[in-house]
Structure formats: structure tokens, C-alpha cells
């Protein structure tokens, strides 16, 4: 076997028109065998008597051979040839046959390679045309020897190329029909991921949820991989979310997406668009766009690992203004198709969604942040004590921007004795925050410096609401505490419409108080209290919460309180800070304020 020799090609501009490439593209076919056009091939051996046929197509650089018979190898197994061995594309220069009894007399083709390498002497070539006649190649009958080719031979070898140029038609024609399904199959998938992008982006106003919902909802649909950079007050890019189709390139891409928040120079694409609010498409693009956009030799090597063949970025406006508030960036692979004006579309109406939910998102974050500091305001500090050691929690309700009315206190006596009260006013709104304000205040002006038992206190607390007119619905427990002579705290404690308090003795033991819960605060007509009493050995961890904590849409409040007494009790014996901590870690998004306050006996 002989490798071919090396000769520079005939330098014929036709083989190069991007029409006719993309025309020969669209045939489908390439350097394998082909069985309609293997039959073509075998007509022309049998009916030329030849021993060789070949369905010759030119591209710019080669030769290739989806129809073959008889030819030497390497070139069979190969199926095809570098230009220096084609008398074919002389075919597709003068678009019309090439008909030579003796190769070797001819001055074009005399000198060429497949004279003494493929043994071509004589040559009759028809073209292969597509719908508007562009040659895409040629139908040849090839002899090793000098030979007469006669008109009949002649006249079948047109007829069988015209058919042979109808099968490369009807390729064409095929390809352009899935072309254009995919094309419908892809509008039809943007209009669907618009509107599920909208619904998505519209349940969450967590910017950075919103942001992650984005990039998966765009990769693999629109693009291989994408980058979402948003920007800080001054415009300068301090988050980038970057996904990656392929599970495998999830470290590469989240190392681009932490270099790009920090090493982009002012020229890269994305701080042009940030600086000019208009988009970017590069359907052909190569690592040379990666290096203009950094010094960092590190994000270049990584986008040739992800793929970087075409990409699109365009802004993600702020609601109204129109000022960019972060980009959307799309890139695709050498194997998937480049970005066109279609895509740009798409992704421009993504980035102003986008854009709406980040804005939503940030006015949300806003509010919310000035929600808890109001909250965390109103609630107290704890006192310090020898003999009770007392922790407390605070915990917002998911996905929500309103000052809750759930509260807690505890404060000393002049006695020493300590009071400890917890309650939830209903509603979530300022006027609850104010009421929840009041009626803390209520509840010390009416215990302090009182010797009073608890019950009374709750009466007297509930009459001051009703003389006062105060318009609110609110629960509550209020406890006394006292160290008790032989060891441990006495609890005296009185129910106004609230969840049971919780008592963990130190061995582990985990039981609801026992005790009528009475009816709630702020009723028309105040009712009798009943006072309670507990004995809290030293280790013993008396809980006190609000009813996030237990109720959910979903279930009966009974069935929360079961679940907590359950997680309390697997939890085991642990500091009290801890096991607030606990309860209030979860995945599961609260409906509502949570307040707790543990006390436990030294």
C-alpha cells in the first residue's frame, strides 16, 4: 500500500462558493458508502464495462466517494481523495462533461496524482447537479487503459448522472424538510420555555433562586452552556451563575463563572453590553473573543474545554428604566449549530423577564431586610440569670415582607422571681407589629412588681384589652418562675388560646404541659383563667413557641404538634440554643412567623 504523494491542487474558485458548499452539505453525505449511490456506481462498472465507478462530490478541500466500485487501495477503504487526485473538479470548474479517451495526452489533468496513483487514463464524467444546477460533482467512468468512449456509452452515463443528480435532489429536498421541522419543533419549544420561564421566574422572589431557575431553563434547550451575570449598585458584575449541559463540565463551568465575576476587562462583551444596554451575537466566534475579554489565561482554557464555537449576550433590564442589571450569556459548541438572529430574539425577551423577576426580586430583598430589622427591633433582650438559663428564637415566614405579630418576653421581678411570656397577634401587617408592641408593653406594665399568680395577670391582661378597646384577636402564655428551696424552678403558668408548652426533662423525656387551653385574648367578653404549676428539675427544658412551628396548610395543628414532640424527642438530651437551633432548621419553607423561648433549670 502506498501513501499518496503530495502536489498542491488547481486553485479553481468555484469549489469555494458557500452556496454550492452549503448545498453539498445539505446532501447529507460524506466519506462513506452510500447504498443507493454504491448502485449507481455498479450500473456505470456494468453497463460502461469499466473497473471503475465512481459518485464523485467536490468540496473545497477534497473529493468524496458515497458511490464507489473498483477502486485501489488505500483509496477504497478511505473513500476518498485531497484534490491533487481529482479530475472531477475540473467538472465542476466548466460545468459540463469531461470526456478524455487518454488522461495522459490531456494538459490539464496530465500531471495530475490520480494518473499514476488511482491508474486513471481514460475519464468520462457527467455532472451532478442540485435543483438550480450548481455542480456538486461528477458521475465518472474510469479505464488504466486509452479508450474510445462511444456515443451510446456515453448518452447512459448522462441518463444514469441525471438520475444519480435526481437521488442528490430528493437528499437535498429531504434535509431541508427536517431542517424546517426542526426549525418549527424550535419555535414551538421557545414559545413553551417563555411561558414556562415566566411562571417559573414568577414563583420565587428570591433573586438568586430566580437566577438559577433561569440558567437551567435556558441549557441544554437554547444553548450547550450559559452565564448569568448580575451587577451591584455601581454596575460592576459581583454574581455569575453558570451552567453547563453536560454534568461532567460542572467544575469547569463554575470556574468561568467565578473568574468572569472578577477578571473581565472593559472590553469583554459583557461589560459592553452592561455599558451600552444593546446585545451581542457572534454566530461564528473562537477562543480570540475569550482572550480580548481578559488576561486571565485560565478562562481560555476553560472555554475550550466547555466549548466556545458561537454565542449571544444580551441585557436583563431593570423594570422601567431599562438600565442593565446583569446579562444573560448563551454559547454553543462546535457541534451544535450557530446562533442566528432567531435565538437573539429569544434571548432578548428572556433577559426582560429575567429582568422583571431580578427587579421584583431585589425590591423584595429590599423590603424583607427592613421587615426583619423592624422585627428584630421590637424584640427583647433577655435577662441573665443564676438559676434559669433562657434562650430565644425569631424565624420570618418564607417569601415574605410583612412584620409578623408573634413576640416573646422576660424580665425580672423586684422579688427576683421571673416572668416569661410568649404570644402571636393575629395578622401580618404593621397594625399587627403595633398591637404585638402593645401588648407586650400591656403585659409588663400589668406583672411587674406584682406578686399576683398568673391566672389573675391574665385576667387582668384581658380586661385591660377590652377596657382599652384594643382591636385585636392574640394568644398567649404567661409563666412565672421561682426557684424552688429543694432544688430545680416552679413554673406557674396560665393558656390563653396557645399551643402547649413543651417539657424535655433531662433523661430525655419529652410531654406536652397538661392543662385546658383556654379560650384567646381579646374576646368581647372576658373569661375565667386557670393557673397551672410545674416543677422543672435542674437540666429540665421547658419550650415555649408560636404556632409556625406546628401548623401547616396541610395538616391539622394536632398532627404538627405530634411531629414536634417526635423531633424533640429523637433529638435527645442537648443545649438549649442548640436544640432551638434545630427546630427551626429545616428545608421545609415556613408558612408563618415561628417565636420560641426555651427556659432551662440549672
Same mark, same amino acid.
Given at each position: 500500500?502506498?501513501?499518496?504523494?503530495?502536489?498542491?491542487?488547481?486553485?479553481?474558485?468555484?469549489?469555494?462558493d458557500p452556496?454550492?458548499?452549503?448545498?453539498?452539505?445539505?446532501?447529507?453525505?460524506?466519506?462513506?458508502?452510500?447504498e443507493?449511490?454504491?448502485?449507481?456506481? &455498479?450500473? !456505470?462498472?456494468?453497463?460502461?464495462? !469499466?473497473?471503475?465507478?465512481?459518485?464523485?462530490?467536490?468540496?473545497?478541500?477534497r473529493?468524496?466517494?458515497?458511490?464507489a466500485v473498483g477502486l485501489?487501495e488505500?483509496?477504497a477503504?478511505?473513500?476518498?481523495?485531497?484534490?491533487?487526485?481529482?479530475?472531477?473538479?475540473?467538472?465542476v470548474?466548466?460545468?459540463?462533461p @469531461?470526456?478524455?479517451?487518454?488522461? #495522459?495526452?490531456?494538459?490539464?489533468?496530465r $500531471?495530475?496524482?490520480?494518473?499514476?496513483e488511482?491508474?486513471?487514463v481514460?475519464?468520462a464524467?457527467?455532472?451532478?447537479?442540485?435543483?438550480?444546477?450548481r455542480?456538486?460533482?461528477?458521475?465518472?467512468a474510469i479505464?488504466?487503459?486509452?479508450?474510445?468512449?462511444?456515443?451510446a456509452q /456515453?448518452?447512459?452515463?448522462?441518463?444514469l448522472?441525471?438520475?444519480?443528480?435526481?437521488?442528490?435532489?430528493? &437528499?437535498?429536498?429531504?434535509?431541508?424538510?427536517e431542517?424546517? #421541522?426542526?426549525?418549527?419543533e424550535?419555535?414551538?419549544?421557545?414559545?413553551? =420555555?417563555?411561558?414556562?420561564?415566566?411562571?417559573t =421566574?414568577?414563583?420565587?422572589?428570591?433573586?438568586?433562586?430566580?437566577?438559577?431557575r433561569l440558567?437551567?431553563?435556558?441549557?441544554?434547550?437554547?444553548?450547550?452552556?450559559?452565564?448569568v451575570?448580575?451587577?451591584?449598585?455601581?454596575?460592576t458584575p459581583?454574581?455569575?451563575?453558570a451552567?453547563?449541559?453536560?454534568?461532567?463540565?460542572?467544575a $469547569?463551568?463554575?470556574?468561568?463563572?467565578?473568574?468572569?465575576?472578577?477578571?473581565?476587562?472593559?472590553?469583554?462583551?459583557t461589560?459592553?453590553?452592561?455599558r451600552?444596554?444593546?446585545?451581542?451575537?457572534?454566530?461564528a466566534?473562537?477562543?480570540?473573543?475569550?482572550?480580548?475579554?481578559?488576561t486571565?489565561?485560565?478562562?481560555?482554557?476553560?472555554?475550550?474545554?466547555?466549548?466556545?464555537?458561537?454565542?449571544?449576550?444580551?441585557p436583563?433590564p431593570?423594570?422601567?428604566?431599562?438600565?442593565? @442589571?446583569?446579562?444573560?450569556?448563551l454559547?454553543?459548541?462546535?457541534?451544535?449549530?450557530a446562533?442566528d438572529?432567531?435565538?437573539?430574539?429569544?434571548?432578548?425577551?428572556?433577559?426582560?423577564r429575567?429582568?422583571?423577576?431580578?427587579?421584583?426580586?431585589?425590591?423584595?430583598?429590599?423590603?424583607?431586610?427592613?421587615?426583619? !430589622?423592624?422585627?428584630?427591633?421590637?424584640?427583647?433582650?433577655?435577662?441573665?440569670?443564676?438559676w434559669?438559663e433562657?434562650?430565644?428564637?425569631?424565624?420570618p415566614a418564607a417569601?415574605?415582607?410583612?412584620?409578623?405579630?408573634?413576640?416573646?418576653?422576660a424580665?425580672?421581678?423586684?422579688?427576683?422571681?421571673?416572668?416569661?411570656?410568649?404570644?402571636?397577634?393575629?395578622?401580618?401587617?404593621?397594625?399587627?407589629?403595633?398591637? @404585638?408592641?402593645?401588648?407586650?408593653?400591656?403585659?409588663?406594665?400589668?406583672?411587674?412588681?406584682?406578686?399576683?399568680p398568673?391566672d389573675e395577670?391574665?385576667?387582668?391582661? $384581658?380586661?385591660?384589652i377590652?377596657?382599652?378597646?384594643?382591636?385585636?384577636a392574640?394568644?398567649?402564655?404567661?409563666?412565672?418562675?421561682?426557684?424552688?428551696?429543694?432544688?430545680?424552678v416552679?413554673v406557674?403558668?396560665c393558656?390563653?388560646?396557645?399551643?402547649a408548652?413543651?417539657?424535655?426533662t433531662?433523661?430525655?423525656?419529652?410531654?406536652f404541659?397538661d392543662?385546658? &387551653?383556654?379560650?384567646? /385574648?381579646?374576646l368581647?367578653?372576658?373569661?375565667? &383563667?386557670t393557673? #397551672?404549676? !410545674?416543677?422543672?428539675?435542674p437540666?429540665?427544658?421547658?419550650?415555649?413557641?408560636?404556632?409556625?412551628?406546628?401548623?401547616r396548610?396541610?395538616?391539622?395543628i394536632?398532627?404538627?404538634?405530634?411531629? =414536634?414532640?417526635?423531633?424533640?424527642?429523637?433529638?435527645?438530651v442537648?443545649?438549649?440554643?442548640?436544640?432551638?437551633?434545630l427546630?427551626l432548621?429545616?428545608?421545609?419553607r415556613?408558612?408563618d412567623?415561628?417565636?420560641?423561648?426555651?427556659?432551662?433549670a440549672?
Amino acid at each position: 500500500m502506498t501513501e499518496p504523494s503530495a502536489r498542491p491542487a488547481v486553485d479553481i474558485a468555484a469549489l469555494a462558493d458557500p452556496v454550492r458548499l452549503r448545498s453539498l452539505a445539505d446532501t447529507g453525505l460524506d466519506a462513506a458508502p452510500d447504498e443507493a449511490f454504491d448502485r449507481f456506481a &455498479r450500473l !456505470v462498472s456494468d453497463l460502461l464495462d !469499466v473497473p471503475v465507478a465512481l459518485v464523485s462530490l467536490v468540496s473545497e478541500t477534497r473529493q468524496f466517494f458515497p458511490g464507489a466500485v473498483g477502486l485501489p487501495e488505500p483509496w477504497a477503504g478511505r473513500r476518498q481523495t485531497p484534490l491533487s487526485h481529482s479530475f472531477c473538479q475540473h467538472v465542476v470548474d466548466t460545468e459540463i462533461p @469531461m470526456v478524455l479517451p487518454d488522461a #495522459r495526452l490531456h494538459p490539464r489533468v496530465r $500531471d495530475n496524482l490520480a494518473v499514476p496513483e488511482l491508474g486513471v487514463v481514460a475519464y468520462a464524467g457527467i455532472p451532478l447537479t442540485d435543483l438550480d444546477g450548481r455542480v456538486l460533482g461528477s458521475l465518472c467512468a474510469i479505464d488504466s487503459k486509452p479508450r474510445a468512449w462511444s456515443p451510446a456509452q /456515453l448518452r447512459t452515463l448522462a441518463d444514469l448522472a441525471a438520475a444519480c443528480s435526481s437521488e442528490l435532489r430528493l &437528499r437535498i429536498a429531504l434535509d431541508g424538510a427536517e431542517v424546517a #421541522r426542526r426549525r418549527v419543533e424550535e419555535a414551538h419549544d421557545r414559545l413553551n =420555555l417563555l411561558a414556562a420561564l415566566s411562571e417559573t =421566574l414568577s414563583g420565587t422572589l428570591d433573586v438568586e433562586t430566580a437566577v438559577g431557575r433561569l440558567a437551567d431553563a435556558v441549557v441544554p434547550l437554547l444553548a450547550d452552556w450559559a452565564l448569568v451575570t448580575l451587577v451591584d449598585r455601581a454596575g460592576t458584575p459581583r454574581r455569575v451563575t453558570a451552567v453547563h449541559r453536560d454534568p461532567a463540565r460542572a467544575a $469547569d463551568v463554575a470556574r468561568f463563572g467565578e473568574l468572569a465575576a472578577t477578571r473581565l476587562g472593559p472590553e469583554s462583551i459583557t461589560r459592553t453590553v452592561l455599558r451600552t444596554g444593546q446585545p451581542v451575537l457572534r454566530s461564528a466566534a473562537d477562543l480570540a473573543d475569550v482572550r480580548r475579554a481578559s488576561t486571565e489565561p485560565e478562562l481560555v482554557a476553560l472555554a475550550g474545554r466547555l466549548g466556545f464555537a458561537s454565542h449571544l449576550t444580551v441585557p436583563v433590564p431593570a423594570p422601567g428604566q431599562g438600565t442593565p @442589571m446583569g446579562v444573560v450569556t448563551l454559547i454553543n459548541g462546535p457541534g451544535r449549530r450557530a446562533f442566528d438572529d432567531t435565538d437573539l430574539g429569544t434571548a432578548r425577551e428572556i433577559g426582560r423577564r429575567a429582568g422583571q423577576a431580578v427587579g421584583n426580586g431585589w425590591i423584595y430583598g429590599e423590603q424583607r431586610h427592613v421587615a426583619e !430589622v423592624l422585627q428584630h427591633s421590637m424584640l427583647p433582650r433577655l435577662p441573665a440569670s443564676r438559676w434559669v438559663e433562657l434562650v430565644a428564637r425569631y424565624q420570618p415566614a418564607a417569601d415574605r415582607v410583612e412584620v409578623g405579630g408573634d413576640w416573646y418576653d422576660a424580665f425580672v421581678q423586684p422579688d427576683g422571681d421571673l416572668v416569661a411570656a410568649i404570644g402571636d397577634v393575629a395578622g401580618h401587617d404593621i397594625e399587627a407589629a403595633a398591637t @404585638m408592641g402593645q401588648l407586650r408593653n400591656l403585659v409588663r406594665g400589668n406583672a411587674y412588681g406584682r406578686d399576683d399568680p398568673v391566672d389573675e395577670l391574665m385576667a387582668r391582661l $384581658d380586661a385591660t384589652i377590652s377596657g382599652l378597646r384594643i382591636p385585636t384577636a392574640a394568644t398567649a402564655v404567661l409563666a412565672r418562675l421561682r426557684p424552688d428551696p429543694a432544688g430545680g424552678v416552679t413554673v406557674t403558668w396560665c393558656n390563653a388560646g396557645h399551643p402547649a408548652p413543651l417539657l424535655v426533662t433531662a433523661n430525655g423525656t419529652v410531654g406536652f404541659l397538661d392543662g385546658r &387551653r383556654e379560650p384567646l /385574648l381579646g374576646l368581647a367578653r372576658p373569661v375565667p &383563667r386557670t393557673g #397551672r404549676e !410545674v416543677l422543672l428539675a435542674p437540666g429540665d427544658t421547658l419550650l415555649l413557641y408560636t404556632d409556625g412551628l406546628v401548623e401547616r396548610r396541610d395538616q391539622p395543628i394536632d398532627e404538627g404538634m405530634a411531629e =414536634l414532640r417526635d423531633r424533640v424527642a429523637a433529638a435527645g438530651v442537648r443545649p438549649a440554643a442548640e436544640l432551638c437551633d434545630l427546630l427551626l432548621g429545616t428545608e421545609q419553607r415556613r408558612e408563618d412567623d415561628v417565636a420560641l423561648l426555651a427556659v432551662r433549670a440549672r
